[in-house]
């Protein structure tokens, strides 16, 4: 039976939100930090993820679900701010600070959509619960 | 006239596998559902069950009382989802169908269940003769 595979895969993929959901809070917490120099910004930081494919018995030639991996966590190259406060005790010789590079409104919507994710995580776990459930008392008469 | 349970459960059985190994299948692509690049993939209950319950009916006629070595399904199987919508990174996965589609697979192996039940109850009774 394939139900622990099942376990697995909805594991991996509660893992994997809950890394975006990581960086999603932490890109809107430094969304407003700032630094003297553009390398010392705050960069906004994405995971990437990957499907790693299983199979079932381990022969290769039969057919299983496929987790997800988290190859890693990357900063976003895009421009950082760059604005002019000569009063800041940041700012740099000619007087300008650097802002992140965060899009909170795309983070928001990036943390909604994690969030409905691991919520369809969950859905799957409680229906292999379920189906496991049915499975143990089968031919029990009720 | 005898009967074998292995004939009158088999097909339950089987069925039960073949959902069982959907909903893991099923669950990867809800997993992958932000994965870019990633080609969600099902299996054709409709005809891996048919392919099955022909393999049990030649077993019968054949005369075999056990029912064993009906292939179970391979990665030939294994098709690729044509999505509704093609996204952007690739990825053919969409939430919505998906998550249908689960809750539709976990369902239907309740009815199975529910059958299987049923079948075993009235072979106790057949037993038993209450």
Redesign the interface.
């Known amino acids: 039976m394939s139900f622990s595979d099942i376990y697995g895969i909805a594991g991996s993929a509660m893992q994997a939100q809950t890394l975006r959901l990581d960086t999603v809070a932490s890109n809107l917490a430094n969304a407003d930090s700032i630094a003297s120099s553009e390398a010392d910004a705050y960069h906004a930081l994405h995971p990437v993820f990957s499907a790693v494919y299983q199979s079932t018995l381990g022969s290769g030639d039969d057919v299983g679900g496929a987790q997800v991996a988290t190859d890693g966590v990357i900063a976003d190259s895009s421009a950082v701010q760059r604005r002019y406060e000569p009063n800041n005790p940041l700012a740099d010789s000619d007087g300008y600070i650097y802002a992140s590079n965060v899009d909170t409104v795309q983070e928001m919507a990036d943390m909604m959509s994690a969030s409905r994710s691991y919520e369809s995580s969950i859905e799957v776990l409680k229906r292999v619960n379920s189906m496991q459930d049915g499975l143990l008392s089968l031919g029990q008469t009720s | 006239m005898s009967i074998s349970l292995d004939q009158e459960l088999s097909l339950h059985g089987y069925a ?1 596998e073949v959902r ?2 959907r ?14 690049g ?1 080609q969600a ?1 099902d ?1 054709d209950y409709q005809s891996i069950m048919s392919s099955v319950a022909q393999s049990l009916d030649a077993q019968q006629q054949a005369g075999n009382s056990t029912a064993t070595a009906v292939p ?4 030939d ?2 098709l690729y989802r044509i999505p509704y919508q093609v996204s952007e990174d690739g990825n053919t996965a969409e ?1 919505g169908p998906e ?1 249908t589609r ?2 539709q697979n ?1 369902m239907d ?2 009815t199975s ?1 529910t059958f ?2 049923m079948k ?2 009235g072979l ?1 009774e057949a037993i038993t003769g209450e």
């Open positions: 039960l069982t190994l909903s893991q299948i099923l669950a990867g692509n809800l997993a992958n559902i932000e994965t870019p990633y993939r299996l179970l399904p391979s990665s199987d294994l939430l998550q689960f809750t976990a192996f309740q269940l299987l039940n075993i109850s106790k």
